[in-house]
């Protein structure tokens, strides 16, 4: 077992949250992240309620140990937000925007505010809205993000938010990741594509086998595909995925794909039949350290395992006085 | 003391290494990171031999510790390498380029031979080159690099290369960082950066303090600089400096800056200046964690000290079997 502050201040038995994809971290995904020790977290996405109802109503009724919901800042009302509290999910995670209008709403539920942040600006502004914990996410890391990678920014936002709990994400899949985290001073790591390649994550086989056979070398940061679904993302964030066909058609011609609905029918039609030479599969660099689907529990057994024993052994590279 | 099989194989006291960088790294700054236990390594740049020559007479009279010399692959001939193993170097640090035609002479002189690669292709072509060490570097790095990031870099390199010792390089510049390299399986850690910000490196006082002053989300890769000078990097390598006007200007149109006399001569103007909105302040996103210049003694000291003390204390974050 690792104790940190974010344990402590959670209840958990391992300092591993669930990065909330959406259409991925449904459920029952989120349960078992939660079963096994670590926070799982439903993906709200772009805000489709009934879908969420349904996967908040599925996570409740799998779990008795904390959970939460992820929710796209820029995308959400007051009344999506509330529907989302109306659930009772421990904790309301909030990230690409500004979190101060919410925060109020959220703490009066008592539930707490996770926000997750691409840089040291952002990770100030969660602070002053009053952030339980913040999770300080690199360019590594697969989905939406932002510029800056993990390693540096790590100790710059401890260093500027201190003593909020700080959690790394973006680059992590093993235990060596994890242990590393903790050295740079956060207080547990966030890990998305690892848990894609589980057999309780949400999404089709055929993605999840893309991301156990690529190399970190083949993901790049892009717009192509909030262009071909039509989604406006603020200035300054893309998302990282599986390097295609269609992205390579499209990269420097967003606008032109946005304007072709003739284009973006056929990119319709290619997630409708899992075509993932035209449609995404969102991951990180770290797809390198994934060798299989598994059990979300073999992975955070794994996981924790391994840091637990890197951790024990640490000092064992210090000698003298 | 931090023991790994890097400071085993070079004979350190700890596992950190002197980024060679071109006009910054000189014998003078390759010294006292050798002195202060670490391995200092000249830059070599693009092989000026005159301005070498003078650096490597400086080391070998100011160290009686292991040193070396760094040069950019592709930038060097059969003489050029010559020249510098006549200068005796313990190491010869290669990167940007196919190690493999020119091992067998670093080798032949008795001289370790370290490869600093920027994927795992690259780390198998040094493998291939029977390198000594390997040092995988994040895009996150001051000065020329590549793409992928260093946290889910290292071990995908470890991973692919063992036992050949890897080290870690991009965003560290403390303490933390170091440990942090070590969980992730690397055996030591080059910095740059931090040594940029030293009273013994080469280069102005003013782009020292521009680095000191400067935070993480102000540096941005580009080729303008390389443009500017004329220099002709193979595809894949861009290099990481401080954002100016200058960045601004040409971003996007380097083929033009190449190809215009006129906007060249006033870059070389700035450059003779050091006027810092046109010339280039490389530097990597670990500026965050870099609050003064400082001795290079002072610099290894306070990163050994905080590496030692967290990797201590490490196990205290584990409970229970």
Do not use: E, H
């Given at each position: 077992m690792i104790t940190t502050r974010l344990t402590e201040l959670l209840g958990l038995e391992q300092p591993l949250i669930l990065g909330p994809m959406a259409a991925v971290a449904g459920g029952r995904l989120a349960a078992a992240v939660s079963n096994a020790g670590g926070?799982?977290?439903?993906?709200?996405?772009?805000?489709?309620m009934d879908w969420l109802q349904r996967e908040l109503s599925l996570v409740r009724s799998s779990t008795?140990?904390?959970?939460?919901?992820?929710?796209?800042?820029?995308?959400?009302?007051?009344?999506?937000?509330?529907?989302?509290?109306?659930?009772?999910?421990?904790?309301?995670?909030?990230?690409?925007?500004?979190?101060r209008p919410h925060a109020a709403r959220i703490k009066a539920k008592s539930?707490?505010?996770i926000c997750q942040v691409q840089d040291v600006a952002g990770a100030l502004l969660a602070k002053a809205?009053?952030?339980?914990?913040?999770?300080?996410?690199?360019?590594e890391g697969g989905g939406h993000g932002g510029q800056r990678a993990t390693l540096p920014l790590i100790p710059a936002v401890v260093d500027a938010v201190d003593?909020?709990?700080?959690?790394?994400?973006?680059?992590?899949?093993?235990?060596?990741?994890?242990?590393?985290?903790?050295?740079?001073?956060?207080?547990?790591?966030l890990l998305g594509t690892r848990f894609y390649c589980t057999t309780e994550a949400l999404g089709d086989e055929g993605a999840k086998q893309r991301i156990v056979e690529a190399r970190g070398d083949h993901t790049?940061?892009?717009r192509v595909f909030d262009a071909a679904r039509g989604y406006h993302w603020p200035d300054g964030y893309t998302g990282r995925a599986l390097h295609n066909a269609f992205m390579d058609r499209w990269e420097g011609h967003e606008q032109d794909l946005a304007a072709s609905t003739v284009a973006r029918d056929a990119f319709r039609a290619a997630v409708a039949v899992r075509d993932y030479d035209t449609a995404m599969v969102w991951a990180g660099e770290c797809v390198d350290l994934i060798h299989s689907v598994e059990t979300t529990a073999a992975v955070v057994t794994r996981i924790s395992r391994e840091a637990e024993a890197i951790l024990r052994t640490a000092s064992t590279h210090?000698?003298?006085?």
């Open positions: 926070l799982g977290l439903v993906g709200g996405g772009y805000g489709r008795q140990r904390p959970w939460g919901i992820g929710l796209i800042t820029w995308s959400i009302d007051r009344d999506k937000l509330d529907a989302a509290l109306a659930s009772n999910p421990d904790v309301v995670f909030l990230s690409f925007g500004d979190p539930c707490k505010l809205a009053g952030a339980d914990a913040i999770v300080a996410q690199g360019t003593p909020i709990p700080v959690v790394a994400a973006g680059g992590i899949a093993d235990g060596r990741g994890l242990a590393a985290a903790l050295m740079l001073g956060a207080q547990g790591a790049r940061r892009t210090v000698s003298g006085t």
